[in-house]
């Protein structure tokens, strides 16, 4: 089906409609012009934006006929990871704030709860709208009400194993649920696995009864049908809207990036995209200044894997984003893309481990979260060697709150064990890495962060670290600043900040969270009047691990005192990362500010207890006590 639109097409129809039920008196021929408009006002808006846009465009006529069937938000209609939500948000009465988007104080990227009553379920990772739509089903039904409950799902999304559990107890439930399988061979990258080589039998082979994974599970299967074809999509929908005997899946056909030529022509389909020239497509990319943290991290990894033939990579669907690409690029053997299904990913690392090789798994920190059982009960009981490359640590940016890597420290670190580093730059990237190759008696996980590095040079080739050593950058005197993580650079200005008000800073790169370096903690705190941890994670990580060391070893006994600087307890909304760190209190400006402060109320450091312990020997000179500045 060909669409036709214009940059700066009309929208008369578009311009009436503030509520789904404002299309209720659409006609067909009013429909498919209000698809034009409405595929016409998610270009010129993601355009200014930046966002993901191929999932947004191949559901243009899907969330036409979606919202010209049911009536949300009486009827729960459910987005599965939602990033393709954006023309749903505007004809669900948001499109006056549409360029917000991703944005400070803007609206999110993503289908969130507290933004509006048409998003009955917050989503951004993959495959929790059928579980979810189970769910508000099982609640409908218990409650004695009516209204449908419409899971859109993609065949990525639907490749994952919660996916399938939930069509395995839907199935059974025989509760009325409609899942509607958005199908453009796609995930971010190609489609992998069994299940797409299924889908596209059956895309194949329309209209013959193949035999069909879905009916098995009990769910009534319509399709395939056009995904595009709004004459089609309408009746068919009022049609399984008006029936209520059971789970249904409809299994549509659509095409990622549809109606916008640069998107079809493009490998991802414009999965995810920075603003852009509509009329030609082109990005708007700030010049980098420096290598991303993801590039580095591959070229690292081809680096080691070239003279060891025990590695391999292991992606959960997140090629690109991981840098896994160019390691398949160089080695497509030891290249592994297990689908959207990171528990599997860890487990399938587990017996790689387990057979001798050295498997890297490549899991954003925040995805990593769904595989936590995994890591625990077959990587660390185990002992095996498994490799974690954590991107994505800390706080994103316009991916908000759903996408922050936030508790890989804390959820790692406790792990008997596990040894636990953060790369400071990227410098240390490549060096954690030879590490991690080198690592063969345990898990092994490192950190770093999402985009541009700080353009540090790069080692010819990575060294292996002494594990659980940290390292002293500046050496100071009142105040030891130790961070864990890329927060070293915002340390050192605030080492240059309190500088200019006579105060003496140290700061220092723990490098490992665990096992933490004991004797560079007891020499911190031993000349120092004040230490202050930093890291880009939530409570519980490493500065509670520093807290937990220092206290039964009787060191948090009135000789220094101490501050850990982590992520605040709350999800921080979507931003810019500075004005995420910003909001976090973990720039230079905070980090200063709460040393000074704890400096003032620093009680008596540790030469002055040591003295006194050792019967009043000299002190070393460049020792400082809180009173002498
Ligand atoms: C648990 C989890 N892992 C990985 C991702 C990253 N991710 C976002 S969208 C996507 C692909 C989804 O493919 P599909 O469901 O087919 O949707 P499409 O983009 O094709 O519309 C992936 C892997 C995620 N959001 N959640
Ligand atoms: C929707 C989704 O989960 C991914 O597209 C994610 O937004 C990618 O994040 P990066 O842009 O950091 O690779
Ligand atoms: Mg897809």
Known sequence: MGFSFANDVATPLLDQVFVPDDLKSMDQAALCRLAQELRGETLRVVSETGGHLGSSLGVIELTVAIHASFSAPHDTIIWDVSHQCYPHKILTGRRDRMRSLRKKDGLSGFTRRGESPFDPFGAAHSSTSISAGLGFATARDLKGEDGHVVCIIGDGAMSAGMAFEAMNNAGASGRPLIVILNDNDMSISASTGALNRHLSDVRRKAGTNVGNVFENFGFDYRGPVDGHDLDVLVPLLAELRDEKDGPILLHVITRKGAGYAPAEAAEDKYHGVNPFDVTTGKQNKAEAKALSYTRVFADALIAEAETDDRIVAITAAMAAGTGVDRFGAAFPDRTFDVGIAEQHAVTFAAGLAASGMKPFCAIYSTFLQRAYDQIVHDVALQQLPVRFAIDRAGLVGADGPTHAGAFDIL???????????????????????????????????????????????????????????????????????????????????????????????????????????????????????????????????????????????????????????????????????????????????????????????????????????????????????????
């Open 411 to 629: 959820y790692l670190a406790n792990l008997p064990g596990f040894t636990v580093m953060a790369a400071s730059d990227e410098a240390e990237l490549v060096h954690m890495v030879a590490t991690a190759a080198a690592h063969d008696h345990g898990p092994i996980a490192f950190r770093y962060p999402r985009g541009e590095g700080t353009g540090v040079p790069l080692p010819i080739r990575g060294e292996v670290l002494p594990i659980g050593r940290g390292r002293i950058i500046e050496q100071g005197g009142q105040i030891a600043l130790l961070s864990f993580g890329t927060r070293l650079a915002d340390c050192l200005k605030a080492r240059r900040l309190l500088a200019l008000e006579g105060i003496s800073v140290t700061v220092a790169d723990a490098r490992f969270a665990k096992p933490l370096d004991t004797a560079l903690l007891a020499e911190l705190v031993d000349n120092h009047s004040m230490l202050v941890t930093i890291e880009e994670g939530a409570t519980g990580g490493f500065g509670a691990l520093v807290l937990h060391h220092l206290a039964n070893c009787g060191m948090l006994d009135g000789r220094c005192a101490v501050r850990t600087l982590t992520l605040p307890d709350t999800f921080i909304a979507q931003a810019s990362p500075e004005d995420m760190y910003e909001e976090a209190k973990l720039t230079a400006r905070h980090i200063a500010a709460a040393a000074r402060n704890g400096l003032t109320v620093a009680r008596p450091n540790a030469d002055i207890r040591r003295s006194a312990r050792a019967g009043q020997q000299e002190l070393p000179t460049r020792l400082h006590r809180a009173e002498d500045r």
